[in-house]
């Protein structure tokens, strides 16, 4: 924005932009004043509350890097997908977000690589698209790039 210069504006005026977007969408204020750092965590969802991710969809999850006695793969402590604009390494904002994103409680298989090695006991991010099994979600990986030294055991 705008079309024929992109990112020319300065931070006030995307801030401005985005408060006005917000506030004409009958979007609720918040709490403190919107700066320029919290645009990356708002999520705008459904007046009926987020719907699931549907099968298919580009996510994001962060988690620990293990494998299992049987020579596994799985991500273990892992957060809830959430949905991604691009199947690739993050950068920016969304690698931030990443780095900052709290361990969770879910274990994702992962298909057997000889890659993951240098990674292993790593907090890492994975992207994929989301298959919804039966027995458990699944991903099917895109990219996976570390994003904290090494999990809690």
Known sequence: MPLDNPGSRTQSEYLDLA????????LPA???ELTFSALSNIQVQRKDGPAPLQDGSVVRVVGCLTQGS?????LTKASDPVQSREAGKSTGVELKASETQPLGTRTFPLPDSNSYGPNKGHKVEI???LDRQPGGD???LTSLQPVGASCPE
């Open 127 to 129: 992207k994929g698209l």
């Open 70 to 74: 049987d020579n596994s793969w799985r």
């Open 138 to 140: 699944r991903i099917t």
């Open 19 to 26: 408060s006005y977007i917000l506030s004409n969408n009958a």
């Open 30 to 32: 918040g709490a403190q």
